[in-house]
């Protein structure tokens, strides 16, 4: 009796010693995990901060549309973060349906304010699905971004949607090619190749296609698709956007 005794003693004493030294890797994992996380964390702000003087203008915008944050949104929200095309989508719930939409989305914004200002703009928010849709990088400007710049850009906003809503599914949809533009659309195709393959890097990150729904059968611009700014959609336009978002969605269950 004192032998048996003894014997589950010590096999409870083994026991423990292995569960003590497996809580003590798994808290090493966390710990080195939570280090990565923070390195990178001063990696993308010191990378930011250049930027953030530039982005200035849109901070009246931003806490405007974040105002609501803890009062709109579910589960079920499909959340459209991004600029104009997004923003000026009037008829966007109609076109949508049957997904709930939430949108936080402001003026002529680039890859680079979404990244300053998209903690603002979710902080709080809840949504199943995001997805995110900037066009304004490459413009003929001298202050375009060159499409790497963009992808460290477009990564940290997906960290900071993933920060905010881990298991959400997210969706990276691709500049539209327009007539406006067109003349730089080699560079623009560099973006979205850069942007596809992030979401391949990825998981529950999706790349949504739409060139060809916008483009002729000569390749140009289908200018019936647009307003006549020729940069941003018309009813038609939005439409035949609708049906590419949510044929995406379709594709990958919701969380």
């Known amino acids: 009796m004192i032998r048996w005794t003894f014997l589950l003693g010590f ?19 966390e710990s080195g995990v939570a280090e990565r996380a923070s390195s990178q964390a001063i990696a993308d702000e010191d990378f930011l901060s250049p930027y953030r003087t530039l982005a200035k203008e849109w901070e009246e915008d931003v806490q405007s549309i974040s105002a609501t944050n803890r009062t709109e949104g ?11 095309s997004f923003r000026l989508w009037d008829h966007v719930a109609e076109d949508m349906a049957p997904y709930p939409i939430v949108r936080r989305a402001f003026g002529g914004a680039k890859y680079r304010d979404l990244a300053i200002y998209t903690p603002t703009c979710v902080q709080g928010l809840r949504f199943g699905r995001a997805m995110v849709f900037i066009a304004n990088d490459i413009r003929g400007k001298d202050d375009d971004n060159d499409p790497k710049t963009v992808v460290r850009f477009a990564n940290i906003v997906l960290d900071a949607l993933r920060r905010e809503q881990p298991q959400a599914e997210i969706y990276l949809i691709a500049v539209t090619p327009t007539e406006a533009r067109f003349p ?6 560099q973006i979205n190749s850069e942007l596809e393959s992030i979401a391949k890097s990825r998981s529950q990150v999706h790349f949504v296609a739409t060139a060809l729904s916008f483009l002729d059968s000569q390749g140009q611009p289908k200018t019936e698709l647009f307003q006549e700014d020729r940069l941003h959609l018309n009813r ?18 919701a969380p």
Do not use: F, M, N
Not at 184 to 189: C, E, L, P
Not at 244 to 253: I, M, N, Q, R, T
């Open 184 to 189: 730089y659309w080699s560079a623009i195709q």
């Open 11 to 29: 096999g409870g004493c083994v026991a423990l010693a292995v569960g003590i030294e497996g809580s003590t890797q798994l808290a090493a994992q």
């Open 74 to 84: 579910s589960s079920d929200h499909v959340l459209l973060l991004g600029s104009s």
């Open 236 to 253: 038609e336009g939005y439409q035949q956007w609708a049906r590419l978002l949510k044929d995406a969605l379709a594709k990958s269950p």
